[in-house]
């Protein structure tokens, strides 16, 4: 089974300063918003949508990012092929309020906090994805002590 989903690395700059959107899932990682592309939506339509049903914020996307694969095991479908589309989004509008069914929490935080929440309590495969988007948007952080990725 193939599952196509895209979402974003959002910002929004206030007082002069970048902040990053990241939310907490069911299982306590800390992500980047994202959902399952529906009928008859584009890959953009798809990662507005969730990102605005998973955390309340309306965002603009400014570019593609990236693509990433990966596989997991579903209980009903078996192992599922995943494909996520990820694009820079700006923040336009909207309070955080997390979509408790699905997440726990979903916060704004500097780009070196969300990088440490990245590196720390993250999902490898959105390192790259990050580290993406913080470039095209000249943000530099400093390493996470330990950080060998």
């Not at 994805?129 to 470039?135: E, L, N």
């Amino acid at each position: 089974m193939k599952e196509i989903s895209a979402g974003g690395v959002v910002y929004k700059q206030e007082g002069g300063e970048i902040f990053i959107l990241m939310i907490k899932d069911r299982y306590s990682t800390w992500s980047l918003p994202k959902g399952k592309r529906e009928s008859g939506e584009t890959n953009e339509q798809t990662a507005l949508r969730e990102i605005l049903e998973e955390t309340g914020v309306e965002g603009e996307i400014e570019q593609p990012l990236e693509t990433i694969f990966y596989r997991y095991f579903h209980p009903d479908y078996g192992e599922v092929e995943k494909e996520v589309h990820y694009f820079l989004v700006q923040a336009r509008a909207g309070k955080t309020v997390p979509q408790l069914s699905e997440i726990t929490d979903v916060a704004w935080l500097s780009p070196q906090q969300a990088w440490e929440k990245q590196q720390t309590k993250g999902y490898e495969n959105n390192l790259s994805v990050v580290r993406k988007a913080f470039a095209c948007l000249g943000i530099q952080v400093h390493p996470v002590e330990g950080d060998s990725k």
